[in-house]
């Protein structure tokens, strides 16, 4: 199955990529949604993070990586570090904010920048902790018909902290370590009384 991935991705590389990092980034909402209330899932949020994931995303970092290559070939360290600084300093910030203006958008809010003016500036602060790291990897190691694929393995994890951080955080990576470890306080605190 692998080796048939491989092959359509090289045979059909936008939409193997595309479709792959959409569904990747709405799995994040949905472990996110998992995580924060298992007994509901609202569909309708995960419908609205794809399309946001498969309209824009997938499709802006799957032409921006192309871009980024053709004006910078090859994976010198001079190379990786110009893609980088290029990829934080406007890939990063445009795709926070397309997240929180387009899902507040689609889910008819009245004011669609309310989450991006009270969140946006922690949001790509975290994410300079964790996707030059990433980007790294993919700039390294991944041939270029697969970067999109591999952000898109990345993006599950930070779709995860982005669904997080609009619908019960602030953007900032320690509330949400916060979060994630209060439920393990609570059990490992029931159970110790229950012991008892």
């Known amino acids: 199955m692998r080796k048939s991935l491989f092959q359509k991705a090289k045979v059909f590389p936008w939409v193997t990529n595309v479709t792959l990092y959409g569904c990747l980034f709405a799995g994040g909402d949905l472990v996110h949604q998992y995580l924060a209330h298992p007994d509901h899932i609202d569909w309708r949020h995960t419908r609205h993070v794809a399309i946001v994931a498969l309209s824009f995303h997938g499709n ?14 090859g994976r010198s360290l001079g190379m990786v570090l110009r893609k980088l600084v290029l990829d934080q300093s406007f ?3 445009l795709a926070t ?5 387009g899902v507040s958008f689609l889910e008819g809010k009245e004011d669609i920048f309310e989450d991006w003016r009270a969140k946006f500036f922690n949001t790509y602060k975290t994410g300079l902790m964790y ?6 990897l993919n700039f390294v190691l991944m041939p270029l018909y697969l970067r999109t694929a591999f952000m898109g393995c990345s993006a599950f994890l930070w779709a995860t902290f982005l669904c997080f951080s609009r619908q019960n955080g602030d953007g900032t ?7 994630i470890m209060a439920p393990k306080k609570r059990f490992l605190t029931r159970k110790t009384n229950e012991e008892k």
Do not use: G, I, K
């Open 60 to 73: 802006f970092n799957y032409f921006w990586l192309r871009a980024l290559e053709r004006r910078f070939p």
């Open 91 to 93: 890939a990063s910030p």
């Open 97 to 101: 904010s397309v997240f929180y203006t």
């Open 131 to 136: 996707w030059p790291f990433m980007q790294f």
């Open 173 to 179: 990576a320690a509330v949400a370590l916060a979060w």
